[in-house]
């Protein structure tokens, strides 16, 4: 992460580390390096504009076209000179999807409670309202319906094993840059 990225979530780590000097935690990027550590995860930083315009840049030949020519929308800079290496002056971290789900799922206590939650959720249900998706219509009507992988079908229904999982996002109409039209 870039440090302009950084202040709101160091000042409210600092604020917690003030709050409880007794529980001695250690500083943001101590703890950050610990959890990354921990984790086994890498995330990738992508040089963004940092006028808040445009998305990351990801694909290698439009990272080397805005380090020559600045930002494709405002033609502001995107890198700058430290020393004699041009670096990002704003960078986004990205933590890539496969790595976090073999992550989650490489923990047996984490493994254990995705492949049981279902199960006991609807074991332990004892009424009808909506608190979780197992309760909502559409999850019942996928589990009635055969699942198919570009127009095949895989011979059994959504959901009919214990290891099966779904994945969802939500995007509640953010925007990810202050400058563009677009919600997420």
Aim: hydrophobic fraction near 35%.
């Amino acid at each position: 992460m870039d440090a302009k990225n950084d202040a709101g979530t160091v000042s409210m780590y600092n604020g917690i580390r003030a709050a409880y000097p007794q529980l001695c935690i250690r500083s943001f990027y101590k703890t950050r390096q610990r959890l990354r550590n921990l984790a086994g995860l890498k995330a990738r930083p992508y040089p963004v504009c940092p006028n808040g315009c445009h998305h990351a840049f990801t694909r290698a030949e439009d990272i080397a076209r805005a380090r020559d020519a600045g930002c494709f929308k405002c033609h502001g800079d995107v890198f700058m000179t430290r020393g004699k290496e041009r670096v990002p002056i704003l960078t986004y971290d990205y933590l890539p999807l496969m790595p976090r789900i073999k992550a989650m799922w490489g923990n047996a206590s984490v493994a254990e409670k995705l492949q049981t939650y279902c199960s006991q959720y609807a074991a332990n249900k004892s009424d009808d309202d909506i608190e979780d998706v197992f309760d909502c219509a559409h999850y019942e009507e996928l589990c009635q319906t055969c699942a198919v992988y570009k127009g095949v079908d895989l011979g059994h229904n959504h959901f009919h094993r214990d290891t099966d999982i779904a994945l969802g996002l939500w995007a509640d109409g953010f925007q990810l840059f202050k400058k563009s039209g677009h919600d997420c």
